[in-house]
């Protein structure tokens, strides 16, 4: 399978998914509120904790799929591997989904700060959160299979249809059937157990028939629980790391405080869908090169997805930093919105972008099996991230645990960078920092500070600032790719050739 296709499939189908999710928030917050958006941040807190029981599960049948592709398993261990962590992850959903259930009523009564919602309504939501925590669950072990496999084409047009339904879906129901926060986690559920229905169909039927049936069997798991168990301490202490202001918040805050953080989060989180499509696409063929020791295309590769991430999502993180206030406007409509996150919105998008920058890097290491870095850098972390939450966030509120954010996330492109190139790529190290990071961000920022003065003098005219901010964007992430040279050679090869034909 094509790179350059898996690449170009995960960003059509990650674009769609996304924008089915963004474009119908403001339809969501105007039928249910503002706190019952809250209530949706809080299943994305639930879930992101939730995931942690995956004990790294998830990311290693992925890389163990990468390695069926390349040869280095069998076709029936890999079924059998499949097999024994579909059982292990089913029963964790049941589990999971009885955990929320159970604690659904303490949630809505004791933890949230509910004002406006009935706590009756709140609980119901909350256990129909179970069931949807528990089937993403699942299907979460179907996707990284499918990544793994290379089927992302295919994936991502399953992904893509499903978004539409959920999205599409849950504006009817709200509009035609019951604008409650309940109908909307039900439809939500329903769509998510087709999903996990149609992909572990494809699962299946990607792999080949084995000499024997597939069985569960616990032998399969001692080749990989090393690198599951260091990916297991990974996700905790990067669920502390990423999740620690949410949670803390979620109890500090009121539930519309909350849903102003969790929206603001929502927006910087766009950045990500930036990233996923190149890493995803990218992390089976460096498993392969790096089972071969092909240094040297490795190292091609590594630079092409960091360049490529920092050309994409430097223009829009500075873009939603610079202009948060105009963005949220266009988006929603909402000048009371607009005013209440943008200040959020400003440090969680810097934060998010420099978060991004190691995705490759995190990316490189776990290629090459190698968890214990990460492992180590996030302990520090931890230890430094938890007493500044404490500390910042009575004092400062919101605001103040976006910035610690920024700081973080700083700290890890100083020092774990740095790190990994002592072992891995060695002289790769200064063209990461210099040409892959800092040329493309000064690119953009560059830009957009020029021309924020053509902004919109209000926030009065949604089509105004509509036009200004996508001038802004396709200007500055332009700017950013010129800063690349490989991206230089080919335009200017392009303007070669079409002087030449109009010449002749």
Known sequence: MSLRRNVIANYLGQA???????????????????????????????????????????????????????????????????????????????????????????????????????????????????????????????KSALFGLQRQVWTNGVNAALATLRGVGAVLILAEVSPTIEAFFLWQ???????????????????????????????????VWRYAGGLTGITLLALLLTQVDKLLLSRLLSLQDFGYYSLASLVAGVLYLLITPITTAMFPRMVELVSVHDNATLGSIYHRGAELVSVLTAPVAMLLALHG??????????????????????????????????????????????????????????????????????????????????????????????????????????????QDVLMPALGATATLLLLSGLQPPHLSDRVAWLAYLSVALGTATACAALTVRDYRIYVFRWIRRATNAHTT
């Not at 499949?82 to 604690?103: H, Y």
């Not at 699962?203 to 399969?220: E, I, K, N, Y």
């Open 325 to 434: 206030e105009g963005a949220l406007f266009a988006w929603s409509g909402s000048l009371e919105l607009a005013t209440a996150a943008a200040p959020i919105l400003a440090a969680l998008a810097i934060g998010t972008f420099i978060n991004g920058l190691m995705h490759m890097p995190y990316q490189l290491q776990l290629a090459h099996g190698w968890t214990s870095l990460i492992l180590k850098t996030n302990v520090v972390a931890v230890a430094l991230l938890v007493p500044a939450i404490l500390w910042v966030v009575p004092r400062y509120g919101a605001v103040g645990a976006a910035w610690i954010w920024i700081a973080l996330n700083t700290g890890y492109v100083l020092l774990n960078v740095g790190l990994m190139h002592r072992r891995i790529l060695p002289s790769e190290k200064w063209d990461w920092y210099g």
């Open 16 to 142: 769609w998914v996304a924008l089915m999710g963004l474009a119908f928030i403001p339809i969501y917050i105007r039928y249910l509120g503002i706190e019952a958006y809250g209530l949706m941040g809080l299943f994305a807190l639930l879930q992101a904790w939730l995931a942690l029981l995956d004990a790294g599960m998830t990311p290693t049948l992925g890389r163990e799929m990468a390695r069926f592709t390349a040869g280095q398993q069998s076709t029936q261990a890999i079924r059998d591997l499949l097999r024994t962590l579909e059982c292990v992850c089913i029963g964790m959903a049941i589990m999971i989904a009885a955990a929320v259930w159970v604690s659904s009523g303490w949630l809505a009564s004791d933890w949230l700060k509910v004002d406006k919602l009935p706590i009756d309504a709140v609980q119901r939501a909350i256990s129909i959160m179970a069931l949807l925590v528990a089937l993403r669950f699942v299907e979460n072990v179907y």
């Open 189 to 223: 559920a329903l769509i998510s157990l087709l999903s996990v229905v149609f992909l572990g169909l494809g699962v299946h039927r990607t792999l080949p028939h084995g000499p024997r049936r597939a069985r569960f069997s616990l032998t399969t798991l001692l080749p």
